[in-house]
């Protein structure tokens, strides 16, 4: 996730209103920034990689002449943060900038083909083939409009885009194109603007068009004209007026990042569905040949290590250890050799405790992997191979978006193995892609039809002293996170267990009325998680339960339940059925008039061990 913006002023220099806008679009990412204007015919570009004030300090991004012109502050997904990634990116002459928000999944094949025709690529981004692309239509003899050339080019990108491009060519105008990737536009008598996010331009202007998915826009001073990019038919459409007070519109309208987050699940989750084969693989084979694997993570991280044990236990028949990062040294320490393997999730790629194992294990001789949400962290660079996730920056401290995307990557991750391993059928593996592409539909489903009844849950139980969560098999890594979602930010203490466990010790705390949480997929633990609610039911606990639609026998014996749609696998079950369950702890904290943004004693990265 990246923040773009750019404008087009009747008066007056671009550079400071870029850099602005900019500076409101920071929480979309933040590890480079860069600008571009075009001023007498001559393009001019500042860019580097840092936090925007830093930049700015180091190169005042302000003193770039032009009415015109495009900037973005970037997250990186492909290339590390460094100058040379950060956006704008041009064309070999230097003419055409491009900025982009999104990936680019068949750049790899673009790129070749440009090569081979003498193209001369910079970065490491998958954005640099779209310079090229459009530098190369607009060869065509006669030469088409810059518009046309980016129409062309967008037709060749497979994967997820906003882009804005200015050139030398048609030095008052800037075309932009969407796919997947938020765009709007702003209005009002002396500009035009185009951003990711309504709240860059909202001090400028409350006048904005929202730019659907598949239409391609020109701005200039004129306005601007949509097309759609399937036919170049003209799409009319006016602006409409924003009332969103400035703290709202950064968050999207949403009343706290925490809720945003939850709700960009679906989008986080195609982000995942569109991951470089290539480094999956390398992964893969690294598990494969390890002797032993060890998923080494804190907190909600190690909840999707534990949940992904199971996976690679029941896809690809490898047994692996989860460990809790800060008992990682004490427990394995010693035995961690050259032949194991550690593969360490962190969404900050910062977290001490899993870094000190990821040290220890490096001094041994062991290979490390990493799954992570920042590039450039020191997790990608202290790992043979790592993967960025690709969520965009998650701010709530409660890691909901995150968590939901290193279970989308680990399935991944363990459907390859299988694969490597010929442990499952074709069949059965398109059926589990399949299945794997649906989970964003399905979160969406979960997140329209679950949330009034989270927020009547939260309100009933507002004052419950305690509360339990139970699951079996995979769903104990739900039940975890789904507790650990409540405890810290709504502060209602939670203790969680594998459903089977529970009447070994911590049944004895149970009294009439006290809410227990059940996670229920429909799979082979369904029959026997129905005994643990009967025995739970028995001594008067009230039944919450998470169960797949049309699930009667347990809507029965369940006070209250959230439906999950039918038909997701057990090894993908615990995005769907989490779903919820972060909802109910959001609105919780709500109730409680707690801020679940920022809940007492935590930080967003733990850099302490
Ligand atoms: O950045 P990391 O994934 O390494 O962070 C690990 C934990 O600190 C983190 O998951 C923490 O437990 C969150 N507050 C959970 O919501």
Redesign the pocket.
């Known amino acids: 996730m990246c923040g773009i913006f750019g404008c087009i002023l009747k008066n007056g220099n671009a550079a400071p209103v870029i850099h602005a806008a900019l500076k409101r679009l920071e929480y979309r990412g933040y590890d480079s920034v860069g600008e571009a204007t075009i001023s007498n015919g001559k393009l001019f570009i500042k860019k580097d990689q840092g936090k925007i004030d830093d930049v700015h300090k180091a190169r005042n991004l302000d003193d770039l002449p032009g009415s015109i012109g495009i900037g973005h502050t970037r997250w990186a997904t492909h290339g590390a943060p460094l100058e040379i990634n950060a956006h704008p990116h041009v064309d070999c002459h230097g003419q055409i900038a491009v900025i982009h928000n999104g990936i680019i999944e068949n750049y790899a094949d673009l790129k070749q083909e440009l090569e081979n025709r003498g193209h001369v690529f910079k970065s490491k981004t998958d954005t640099e083939v779209i310079a090229h692309l459009i530098e190369r239509a607009l060869e065509a003899f006669p030469p088409p409009s810059l518009a046309d050339a980016v129409l062309e080019t967008v037709k060749k990108l497979d994967g997820s885009y906003s882009i804005a491009v200015i050139s030398t060519k048609e030095p008052d105008k800037i075309i932009c194109a969407r796919h997947e990737s938020p765009l709007v536009i702003g209005v009002n008598e002396n500009a035009i603007y185009f951003a990711s996010d309504i709240p860059a331009f909202l001090p400028l202007t409350n006048k904005a068009v929202i730019v659907d998915d598949g239409e391609i826009v020109t701005l200039s001073l004129k306005g601007f004209e949509i097309r759609k990019i399937a036919d170049s038919s003209m799409v009319s459409r006016e602006p409409k007026l924003i009332d969103w007070a400035p703290e709202m519109a950064v968050k999207q309208g949403y009343p706290y990042f925490m809720l945003k987050e939850i709700h960009e699940q679906p989008a986080c989750l195609r982000n995942t569905l569109r991951l470089q084969e290539h480094y999956l693989d390398l992964m893969a084979t690294f598990l494969d040949r390890a002797r032993e694997v060890y998923l080494v993570?804190?907190?909600?991280?190690?909840h999707a290590c534990l949940a992904s044990s199971y996976m690679f236990s029941k896809l690809a028949f490898l047994a692996t250890y989860p460990v809790i990062a800060s008992e990682f040294v004490e427990q394995h320490g010693k035995s961690v050799n050259i032949d194991s393997t550690i593969l360490a999730?962190?969404?900050?790629?910062?977290?001490a405790d899993?870094l000190a194992s990821v040290n220890v294990a490096r001094q041994r001789a062991a290979t490390v992997l990493g799954l992570?949400?920042t590039i450039g962290s020191t997790l990608t660079r202290v790992s043979r191979v790592y993967i960025g996730q690709q969520s965009g920056p998650e701010i709530g401290?409660?890691?909901?978006k995150?968590?939901t995307s290193q279970l989308s990557v680990m399935s991944q991750l363990a459907l390859r193995l299988a694969k490597k391993r010929g442990k499952v059928s074709q069949d059965e593996m398109d059926y589990l892609a399949e299945k794997l592409n649906k989970l964003p539909e399905t979160v969406e489903t979960i997140l329209r039809t679950q949330e009034e009844k989270a927020k009547q849950i939260a309100k009933k139980y507002k004052d419950a002293k305690v509360f339990f969560f139970l699951g079996r098999g995979i769903s104990t890594a739900t039940a975890y996170e789904g507790r650990?979602?409540l405890m810290?930010i709504a502060y209602v203490p939670a203790i969680a267990f594998p459903a089977g466990e529970s009447k070994h010790g911590p049944i004895s705390l149970v009294e009439p009325g006290f809410p227990v949480v059940f996670i229920c997929p429909k799979d082979d633990t369904h029959k026997t998680l129905i005994g643990n609610i009967m025995e739970m039911k028995a001594r008067g606990a009230s039944i919450i339960a998470v169960v797949e639609e049309g699930d009667e026998e347990i809507k029965n014996l369940a006070e209250d339940f959230f439906e999950v749609p039918k038909g997701v696998p057990e090894v993908l079950s615990p995005v769907p059925f989490i779903t919820p369950l972060q909802l109910l702890a959001y609105y919780m904290a709500i109730e409680k008039g707690f801020n679940p943004d920022t809940p007492r004693n935590?930080a967003?990265?733990?850099t302490v061990k």
């Not at 993570?297 to 190690?302: D, M, N």
């Not at 401290?397 to 909901?400: E, I, R, S």
């Open positions: 993570a804190c907190g909600t991280s190690y999730v962190s969404q900050s790629g910062e977290t899993t992570t949400n401290v409660a890691a909901t995150t968590f650990l979602k810290e935590l967003k990265s733990v």
